[in-house]
């Protein structure tokens, strides 16, 4: 298996630009989760979904975060308009449901707004 | 809502010297207790992780971690440690149910030649 896929590795882009993360999770798991990791605040849970289902939301920033689920295979999280203050490693985790099993974690995505 | 907590931030350590990351968590009637790693620009990698029985967990790379349900701990152990292990060490658990892992802040891992 690939694990968990994310697109773009790195990227630079200018503030009040959109930006868009991509996340493929792992084939079967139908538990996904987006992370950003600051040396400030360490590693914080964004927005988690069950079968393509928001469950909760409540760790998104403010109103230019959005994450969407179209299906089992896909999801991306889109900042707009972007800021400095936005720039981190940004990880997707997929898992398959149940409380025992582990979150596996894709190689993060690492955004610097200049 | 479960919290963990862990207590050094940083912890160098001379190589083949022994090793503990401590972590502690908000009590619960049972949980679910994880170690991930995180070398410099990956994401995180499952360690260890306990689920129920015996308390003493083994994992990958020579590392084990102890459940102690009384002290709400699960440390992190590792007898003689490599180069290799410098890392970023997160411990994370989870209720009985399908949420989120919480995670601490982190342990940096520093291993000195």
């Known amino acids: 298996d690939a694990g968990v896929i994310q697109s773009p590795r790195h990227e630079v882009t200018e503030m009040g630009q959109e930006v868009t993360l991509r996340c493929k999770p792992i084939s079967g798991h139908n538990s996904l989760f987006w992370y950003r990791q600051t040396m400030m605040r360490g590693l914080e849970l964004l927005i988690y979904?069950?079968?393509?289902?928001?469950?909760?939301d409540s760790g998104m920033p403010e109103d230019r975060f959005s994450a969407k689920m179209p299906n089992a295979s896909f999801s991306t999280l889109k900042i707009q308009p972007s800021e400095p203050r936005d720039s981190a490693v940004y990880f997707c985790?997929?898992?398959?449901?149940?409380?025992?099993?582990?979150?596996?974690f894709g190689p993060g995505t690492r955004l610097t707004v200049t | 809502a479960q919290s963990v907590t862990q207590l050094d931030s940083q912890v160098p350590v001379f190589e083949e010297a022994p090793v503990e990351l401590r972590c502690n968590y908000s009590s619960s009637v049972s949980v679910y207790l994880f170690w991930y790693v995180q070398y410099p620009n990956q994401g995180l990698q499952l360690l260890l992780k306990?689920?129920?029985?015996?308390?003493l967990v083994k994992g990958i790379n020579g590392f084990e971690a102890e459940f102690n349900k009384s002290q709400t701990s699960f440390h992190l152990r590792k007898p003689s440690v490599h180069i290799s292990d410098t890392a970023e060490y997160f411990c994370a658990v989870r209720d009985s149910g399908n949420t989120p892992l919480v995670f601490g802040k982190g342990t940096r891992l520093s291993v000195i030649a």
């Open positions: 306990y689920l129920s029985g015996s308390t």
């Open positions: 985790a997929s898992k398959v449901t149940g409380a025992s099993y582990e979150q596996y």
């Open positions: 979904f069950n079968n393509n289902v928001p469950i909760d």
